[in-house]
């Protein structure tokens, strides 16, 4: 049954996936072991910071953004995980779709606008809470007043 699943999601095989921006979240992105137990493989990171680049994280060297084409086809990168500032993630998206990789999951609290073809998915954080918090009691328990 859960190869039959595996089949109808498409993670029958591992994904290579890169991670884009490794800050605080893209590190912890990055370091997260559970991806490969559900189809996708992290197999390159990149940052424009030209402190981070060239530094290990879990077991990969952060690369250049200028790399990003050359990297995700050699990789055949088919996904990336956007971990970028807001003001900067419109540019960073462009650039991923530009380098081939057409299905992107944005982290950054922007909508962004891609071609007709890409598949995005956008993850606010910050919303997520705020919808976890509408399912919650609105008074508080006598033990935490």
Do not use: K, W
Not at 23 to 47: K, M, T
Not at 59 to 72: F, H, N, R, S, Y
Not at 96 to 123: T, Y
């Amino acid at each position: 049954m859960r190869l039959h699943i595996r089949d109808i999601l498409g993670v029958q095989r591992l994904r290579p996936t890169v991670v884009i921006g490794l800050g605080n979240l893209g590190s912890a992105l990055a370091r997260y072991p559970g991806f490969e137990s559900h189809g996708f493989q992290i197999v390159a990171l990149f940052d424009s910071n030209p402190r981070r680049i060239g530094h290990p994280v879990s077991g990969l060297v952060v690369q250049a953004m200028d790399d990003l084409p050359t990297i995700a086809h050699e990789l055949g990168a088919e996904i990336a995980l956007l971990t970028v500032p807001e003001g900067a993630a419109q540019e960073v998206a462009e650039r991923v779709v530009a380098a081939g990789i057409h299905a992107i999951v944005n982290f950054a609290p922007v909508l962004l606008s891609l071609p007709p073809g890409v598949n995005l998915r956008n993850v606010d954080l910050a919303r997520e809470l705020e919808t976890l918090c509408f399912y919650l009691p609105t008074t508080q328990s006598p033990a935490t007043e």
